[in-house]
């Protein structure tokens, strides 16, 4: 195991996502945070079929800070009930998992 992680999130609004990836990465709780194109999302909610656009954001985090990670997402995200999901990384290259745990300490 790399002792990484990738959170998925997805938020209402570009301007959202950069505003909550922005902080993440700032207080070290991520290294990274990918911010994809909008994508169109349907789902049930409340009993209903439901359609929107969203922002998917990926970030890229050690192990050790996943679960404060999804905390702090789920404080700072508008939606009551946001998806908000870790995948962890089974390999990675070397040079970059050291990038991740060193810039998640304000270095990298």
């Not at 999302?41 to 998917?56: D, N």
């Not at 985090?61 to 404060?68: D, G, V």
């Not at 962890?88 to 060193?102: C, E, F, P």
Request: aromatic letters at 8%; one cysteine or more.
């Amino acid at each position: 195991m790399s002792g990484l992680v990738t959170v998925y999130a997805v938020f209402a609004s570009g301007e959202e996502a950069e505003r909550v990836a922005r902080a993440l990465v700032a207080d070290g709780l991520a290294a990274c945070a990918n911010i994809l194109g909008p994508c169109r999302s349907i789902f049930r909610w409340e009993g209903r079929l439901e359609e929107t656009e969203e922002v998917p954001v990926l970030f890229k985090a050690a192990e050790t800070n996943a679960a404060r990670l999804v905390e702090e997402i789920a404080a700072r995200h508008s939606y009551e009930v946001p998806a908000v999901t870790v995948w962890k990384i089974d390999r990675a290259l070397d040079a970059y998992t050291r990038w991740v745990h060193l810039a998640q300490k304000g270095g990298g």
